[in-house]
């Protein structure tokens, strides 16, 4: 029997771009595993990229297309799609038809996309969820260098003396890098790391400062830095004379905005003696990097943010050099290619610009269209606000889920229920999205599409195929292209392979460019198209055929500005724009938990995925919960003027008193009322449109139900009757959490009626056992078929009084009749015989708290070394590490 084929391709996660090995055995199991070739993680996977082989099952897949809630065939999709998208725009006009398009997309899908809208509808309405993610460090880098350029590459992270996190939480979002950092800083200590974040998050794990300044007021912070390096002689006079304009302007607002050390520390709420030890320590050390992310990006004023960033590294001269420069860490796998396509509304294609003429000219010469874009589009939020509005009449959404992810997200879903024509492209049936779909087109995913993205260093990589196409589902590009040739584009969207739209992309890139624009990749195109299928990691620009890539830019002080000269931008520091007030007294940050993902639409199907944090959640600093009346587990309801949700409330003084940390994960399909952007206001960056998702003025309340309970079943259920429910796949079951405001005079039968809602070929063989304390409010519950048990149901009067779910769970796991000591255990809610491991902290390993605590306390393994030998935990990614130490912590601080 032959091996099976090893297929190197690209994770499909996060802005770091992971290169994995796939490859699927006789039996049709996925296996995948870290490409140690790839230069960006070098064999590392984190959890995520680890588990993608349990993502790939096609449940809940759109495998067919659909027009009215009815199955069609192709043709018909395409000819309603192609056929309403004319008839609207001959009505109405080009501005009245919009993509909303997604950095889950292949840099070809996006290509023809933006191809379609920009140069054949002569629209420029297209945008695409990195909007919310990365917006301001491309307009903070178009300001700053001309182009939007990201200068350095991830190598820094290990030339660097100095790194400096701000708004970063790499530990939980960029797993892969942070692992980097902290191995370079385990080879050489001498390595300093600040980290500069209002909470103090698992990044800090490894931080020798950090700096939990108050929030939104990292302007005045690098102001202040800015002032600093001038006023202690640590400015680079020569290379600021020689490349870079406009530095007296901006030192001039940083002085009046800064002025001194005392000045930065009472405006952003920190120790004067830390602000001093991190100026000293930028200004001493040449090599830093200052690595930013969604802290910074999700700001009213996050491009102004950027700017006071990079200000700083312009003014020492400390960019595009070994271990030195700003470094955004962006948060989708194509964020990057879907700029270099011009996928946003402001850009045109190939990094050329809608405003300039000579562009416009040049894009639609190239493209022989009939038409061109010739004012910006709508951006992603004033798309959607146009919609509600009735002037745009349809919309096209691919691979994204907007109901969810887009700020004001109650007025998006309102603004899809009343468009006039809705198409969906996806490769998931059901999403808050797709409900508000007139056609439905199926789509691709990962393992099963072929293509290209680029990460965060610029860095180009394949996505190949290693699996069946499932259904009659296709390509994103395929989609497009035959959407177009039916509007009558026929010729130029003739495309047959994904290699032919790259070959048209590079050779687009390269078009009249001699060296004026940063974005050049024509030295990849290539007549016969054969390099495609072979093309390696390669970082742009590639100019030229056989160029080894280039790793870093402007270390020459050379930029694309008319002047080629840098620009310095005077930042005057601004607020969020919405103050906190007596209604809503606390603020609101938004964010990604540890080993999930966007909507749970890929990571939801993942047992272990799903095992470290199960439910939405907010934290909360104990103070605060005190002033609340809040438990630990208790149910609080968050409140703005737009919307609420009720989550799990989690203590932690890790957060700032005043402050509220709740993740962007949880929608519909998984829980009764936790769509987190519904709370958050539509206020956006005046220059790059991106929200401000990490300042909201909320209002938090206990929420206290009748009865608490949780549910584990080996099938899905609707538990609408409850008015709480949060629902996450375990080992061979489902789990659900509730609550209810209403307590039922019969248990016994409410829970009949859910778990024998329909009859089944094995219901002469169920039993239940069952034990009721009515006074106390306590119920237990359990349904077995063929003495295996199959659902059990847990009530009472608090979250405390609940059992652990761990041994329960493994109950369902055992492929054999329940034992006279487990019937038992069921009725007393505790494991009789079994031993409780506890919430999983090590999701790769599946390792929970209590086995851990253990092993720590009666074992004495109190290094992260000695637990992963014996245990395993912590061992592959790395990235339950920084809890680790926490639990060691703890365990050696408890018996000192």
Known sequence: MTSPELVKTTCPYCGVGCGIVASVDHDGTVQVRGDESHQANHGRLCSKGAALAETLGLEDRLLYPETGGQRSTWDAALDTVAQTFARIIDEHGPDAVAFYVSGQLLTEDYYVANKLMKGYIGAANIDTNSRLCMA??????????????????????????????VGSNAAWCHPVLFQRLSEAKKKHPEKKVIVIDPRRTSTCDISDLHLALKPGTDAVLFNGLLQYLHSHGHARHDYIQAHTEGAEQ??????????????????????VVDVAQFFDLFARIEKVVTVYSQGINQSSSGTDKVNAIINCHLLTGRIGKPGMGPLSFTGQPNAMGGREVGGLANQLAAHMEIENPEHRARVQRFWNSPRIADKLGLKAVDMFHALGEGKIKAIWIMATNPVDSLPDADRVREALARCEFVVVSDCVRHTDTTAYAHVLLPALAWGEKDGTVTNSERCISRQRTFLPTPGEAQSDWWIIAEVAKRMGYMEAFDYFSPAQIFNEHAALSGFENHGTRDFDISGLHDDDLTSYDALQPTQWPVPFTGSAGTKRLFGDGRFYTPTRKARFIPVIPRGPQHAVDSNYSMLLNTGRVRDHWHTLTRTGKSVRLSSHRYEPYAELHPTDAERLEVRQDDLVRIASPRGAIIVRARLDDAQQPGCVFAPIHWTDQYASCARVDTLVAPIVDPISGQPESKHTPVRVTRYSPRWHGFLLSRRTLSLHEASYWARAKGKELWRYELAGEQATQDWSGWARSILCASKGKDDDRVEWIEYLDGAAGRYRGARLVNQQLESCLFVASSPAELPSRSWLMDLFSAKRPLSVQERSGLLAARSLQATDTGPVVCACFGVGRNT??????????????????????????????????ELIAQCTKQYA
Do not use: W
């Open 136 to 165: 301001s460090s491309v307009a903070g880098h178009k300001r700053a260098f001309g182009s939007d350029t990201v200068p350095g590459c991830y190598e820094d992270l290990e030339h660097a003396e100095l790194i400096v996190l």
């Open 250 to 271: 901006a030192l001039h607002t940083a002085q009046a905005s800064a002025p001194d050390l005392t000045s930065v520390a009472e405006q952003c709420h920190l120790n």
């Open 852 to 885: 851990l605590m253990q092993a720590i306390q009666r074992d004495g393994l109190h290094s992260v070394e000695a637990i992963g030998q014996v245990l395993k935990a912590g061992s592959n990614c790395g990235s339950c590490i920084p809890e680790l130490k």
